[in-house]
């Protein structure tokens, strides 16, 4: 697969760009050549990988959704060695095997959706809740856990796929059928994956993801397991702590988390004043990532509305109380999952040594 790219933009955008149509194209490679090692009814489903990232590698896609392809694709080969792998048992082989099909199927669905702004965040959910395959692979986590974690795994999947099918008037799928509910519950799934998480943790969170993602539309219980595992999830990041890093790295990776979570339209209110007049006269399409410039700057890249990859950079003691203001303390948690605790960590430098405040992030980062 040949990477292609526009012939204008930044040039740290257009490096960006592709460099993340090259890693497309390697994991491309890399389940094609798996193809002839994988049980025969893994074939279709390593197929179905390949052509999503073949089609995501359109200068179009969003390139939120095309690194939730990728992310996908990768956690899928990992788990494909472990299913080649003799000395796996044969219980673990049928659970990852499962798993792969409804990957695959949930990434080619999301990835057909007619509504760009959706098929990003489909595919950050499918990615996030793909995080479940590590799991299961690494054979050390209680079965209890596990089946919970697969349990939620496999409806978020399933939600995705019988959720694009159905359209804007879709009913019936699990997770409340909306890709914002789906979102919480990826993360979730994502938390509980993480190594920092601890053990009886990872076990609450697990249990409150199983029974959220189980809740169909109408569900009167569903704003209770909702909570649950919005709780579960802000007491379990808590108490990782905040870490210890430069502003400049906290900045980064809490923007970067921010661009997959928060809607872009959300982004593109609260960020109008910052980012260059040709960007708000264009209009944005994706935010996308940014880059530790300086100690006190980023390096922002976005797709605008004509499919121009750009970059600027923006001041972090302006970027990141804007990112507070479009992303309320009481949602970062089961927003952004661990990466909440690089924006606190942020905030909390800002108002320690700048005397900028951060909405109310410092307070959230002063209960941690």
């Given at each position: 697969m040949t990477p292609t790219g526009p012939?204008?933009?930044?040039s740290a955008a257009i490096t960006a760009l592709k460099q993340q149509q090259t890693a497309a194209g390697s994991v491309a490679a890399d389940l094609d050549a798996?193809?002839?090692?994988?049980?025969?009814e893994l074939v279709p489903s390593v197929q179905q990988l390949t052509d999503v990232l073949q089609a995501v590698n359109d200068t179009q896609t969003p390139p939120q959704q095309r690194d939730g392809a990728v992310r996908s694709a990768q956690q899928v080969a990992s788990a494909l060695e472990v299913i080649d792998d003799p000395d796996t048992p044969a219980a673990v082989r049928d659970r990852l095997t499962g798993m792969v099909r409804q990957v695959a199927a949930a990434l080619t669905a999301?990835?057909?959706s007619e509504t760009p702004p959706e098929s990003g965040t489909l595919a950050v959910v499918v990615a996030r809740s793909a995080s479940v395959l590590g799991v299961v692979a690494g054979q050390d986590t209680p079965p209890d856990v596990e089946n919970d974690l697969v349990g939620a795994a496999n409806n978020v999947f399933s939600a995705v796929q019988e959720g694009t099918a159905n359209g804007e008037g879709r009913t019936g799928a699990a997770v409340g059928a909306q890709p914002a509910s789906q979102m919480v519950v990826a993360t979730g799934l994502e938390t509980a994956s993480n190594s920092n998480t601890s053990e009886d943790k990872r076990k609450g969170i697990?249990?409150?993801a199983h029974e959220a993602s189980a809740s169909e539309p109408g569900d009167p219980g569903a704003?209770?397991?909702k909570r649950r595992l919005e709780k579960a999830l802000k007491e379990a990041i808590s108490d990782q702590g905040l870490p210890d890093e430069p502003l400049g790295k906290a900045a980064e990776l809490c923007t970067n988390s921010v661009f997959q979570s928060v809607p872009d339209t959300t982004l593109a209110e609260y960020l109008q004043n910052l980012t260059p007049d040709t960007w708000d006269s264009e209009g944005v399409q994706d935010f996308w990532k940014s880059r530790e410039a300086r100690n006190d700057s980023l390096?922002?890249?976005?797709q605008l509305r004509n499919d121009k990859v750009d970059d600027t950079a923006l001041a972090i003691k302006?970027?990141?109380?804007?990112l507070a203001h479009s992303l309320p303390a009481n949602d970062i948690f089961s927003s952004l999952g661990v990466p909440a605790l690089h924006c606190l960590q942020a905030a909390m430098q800002l108002d320690q040594e700048a005397g900028v405040r951060a909405g109310n992030w410092v307070s959230a980062a002063q209960k941690v």
């Open positions: 012939d204008d933009g930044g798996k193809k002839n090692d994988v049980p025969e999301a990835n057909a697990a249990q409150s704003a209770d397991k390096d922002v890249i976005a302006q970027m990141i109380p804007q």
